[in-house]
């Protein structure tokens, strides 16, 4: 497993640009990309053992950060 943060910037390089926009002018993205952050570094905090927690919530934390990444590709793709 690796350890290394899923930041938004390094997953979609090609969508850099746009997001930096959509931050500006998109409160609903805007919101989705902060809390995604959030998640991802809970998640990174989790599996590097800083802030430990059972891998249950591990796991929830997981799939919240795959469905907000997802939601925020459909949103970057759409405009």
Known sequence: M???PHELHEEF?????????????????ARLF???????RAVHRAETFIEPT??????ELRKRRALLKDELYRMLKAR
Do not use: G, I
């Not at 390089?13 to 993205?29: G, V």
């Not at 059972?54 to 796991?59: I, T």
């Open 34 to 40: 902060e809390e995604y952050h959030e998640v991802n």
């Open 54 to 59: 059972d891998q249950f919530h591990e796991e």
């Open 2 to 4: 690796s350890h290394t």
């Open 13 to 29: 390089p090609e969508y850099a640009e746009r997001m930096t926009a959509l931050k500006e002018s998109d409160a609903h993205f």
